[in-house]
């Protein structure tokens, strides 16, 4: 990035930076209420919750590490890093912090993935974030007793990450006002499908007005037959 580039934060980078530190932050609200309020009442249920603190705990301090090395968060959704990785698990373990969140608001968490590995060139963290920004969003709109499940698969070339929730669907005009966010929500799914296209990938997402379901398509990484297989 050009050193020069030292101008403020504008009001919707600001508002990135806040949504992405949103989701860690209320997981470390809820597993401490539990705990102050001794609602974790066995030695597993607090096991589930510490680790989960101690995993949204190491994601502000990726957060924070990631914004001290840009000069601003518009490098965040800019040309990826080209490491390798698979998908699985970088997805599964964005979201499993989530589960107290989930528990808390008594929506019904599911997760699925490929038997395989799903190889991805890219930047791992970029697309962690994307994961944690669609779960917890759709947290926010499932209804109780809903669900928020995820899936983690891939077709032919491509990698495919679909989050789907019960909730009240997405408007026609947050997908209308996508090319030009003026809200937090639509500036998540607006940093999504930046983040998507720069790796060469596409954010799928249709109005409803029934339960949401939005798709995040990047291309697989080519990798030998033999690393595949491990």
């Not at 919707?12 to 530190?21: I, M, Q, T």
């Not at 930047?123 to 809903?146: C, F, M, Q, S």
């Amino acid at each position: 990035m050009d050193s020069n580039d030292d101008h403020p934060l504008s009001r919707l980078e600001l508002l990135a930076l806040a949504h992405a530190l949103r989701t860690p932050l209320t997981t470390l609200s809820m597993g401490l209420e539990l705990l102050r309020h001794e609602r974790a009442d066995s030695a597993n249920a607090r096991r589930d919750v510490v680790a989960a603190l101690v995993d949204a705990s190491e994601e502000l301090r990726r957060l924070v590490d990631r914004s001290l090395h840009i000069e601003r968060l518009g490098a965040y959704v800019g040309p990826p890093a080209r490491e390798v990785f698979d998908v699985r698990r970088i997805v599964g373990e964005a979201i499993e912090p989530l589960r107290v969140q989930a528990k808390k608001r008594r929506v019904r968490f599911s997760s699925r993935a490929a038997a395989r590995r799903v190889m991805v060139r890219g930047d791992a963290l970029k697309l962690a974030w994307i994961a944690t920004a669609l779960v917890g969003n759709a947290l926010r709109y499932a209804r109780p007793g809903g669900f928020v499940e995820v899936v983690v698969t891939a077709r032919r070339e491509e990698a495919r990450m679909i989050v789907r929730d019960d909730g009240p669907g997405i408007p026609s005009s947050v997908v209308a006002e996508l090319e030009s966010p003026h809200t937090a929500s639509v500036l998540t799914l607006h940093l999504v499908r930046e983040i998507a296209e720069a790796h060469g990938g596409r954010l799928v997402v249709a109005p409803s007005t029934l339960g949401a379901v939005v798709e995040i398509v990047v291309p697989r990484a080519r990798v030998r037959r033999s690393d595949d297989a491990a």
